[in-house]
T-cell receptor, first 111, second 110 residues
Framework: SQQGEEDPQALSIQEGENATMNCSYK?????LQWYRQNSGRGLVHLIL???NEREKHSGRLRVTLDTSKKSSSLLITASRAADTASYFC???????????WGAGTKLIIKP | EAGVTQSPTHLIKTRGQQATLRCSPI?????VYWYQQALGLGLQFLLW???????NRGNFPPRFSGRQFPNYSSELNVNALELEDSALYLC?????????FGPGTRLLVL
């Protein structure tokens, strides 16, 4: 069963604007990861945040984690057309490294 | 460093046939995961292999099976293909927490 639930399911914004996607999960986690999938291709790892971290940055990406609310957000600043993709969150709930995946947010950046 | 590779990129089969999909992990990675992704949907976990052993399988019928070879490459076999098996099949390898994905095999069952 899916643990992560991304919100919104789809998001369409103008190039240059910021995009925020949210992920909620159900059980305690060791870490939460965000991945990007360009149309019909393999997923690319973006960022990993551990359960004892609250915020993490990587280039134009900012991820926050609120373990009390069991939620995470991914912020992409100054969006570009190349950011058009589906974004998935995945949680590592125990120590066996098997990830539990959300259904994804489809992001469209309009030029 | 070479990434995860999958073959073939596309596969067309008819209902009732068998399909074999292959995956080569990143050098040094011992874990291989298989996922099914139907068009426009999320990833459904199929199988996890580590050090040659099946560690876990998702909620799929037994006609989905696989194996991992001594060099850590892996095969996914789907027997008695059904129309709803049409999907993108993704393989990922990992050493620790992060999974690295191949480009996928798109299977079409007619």
């Amino acid at each position: 069963s899916q643990q992560g639930e991304e919100d919104p399911q789809a998001l369409s914004i103008q190039e240059g604007e910021n995009a925020t996607m949210n992920c909620s999960y159900k059980t305690s986690i060791n870490n939460l990861q965000w991945y990007r999938q360009n149309s019909g291709r393999g997923l690319v790892h973006l960022i990993l945040i551990r359960s004892n971290e609250r915020e993490k940055h990587s280039g134009r990406l900012r991820v926050t984690l609120d373990t009390s609310k069991k939620s995470s957000s991914l912020l992409i600043t100054a969006s570009r057309a190349a950011d058009t993709a589906s974004y998935f969150c995945a949680t590592d709930a125990d120590s066996n490294y098997q990830l539990i995946w959300g259904a994804g947010t489809k992001l469209i950046i309009k030029p | 460093e070479a990434g995860v590779t999958q073959s073939p990129t596309h596969l067309i089969k008819t209902r009732g046939q068998q399909a074999t999909l292959r995956c080569s992990p990143i050098s040094g990675h011992t874990s291989v995961y298989w996922y099914q992704q139907a068009l426009g949907l999320g990833l459904q976990f199929l199988l996890w292999y580590d050090e040659g052993e099946e560690r876990n399988r998702g909620n799929f019928p037994p006609r989905f099976s696989g194996r991992q070879f001594p060099n850590y490459s892996s095969e996914l076999n789907v027997n008695a293909l059904e129309l709803e098996d049409s999907a993108l099949y993704l393989c990922a390898s990992s050493k620790e927490e992060t999974q690295y994905f191949g480009p996928g095999t798109r299977l079409l069952v007619l």
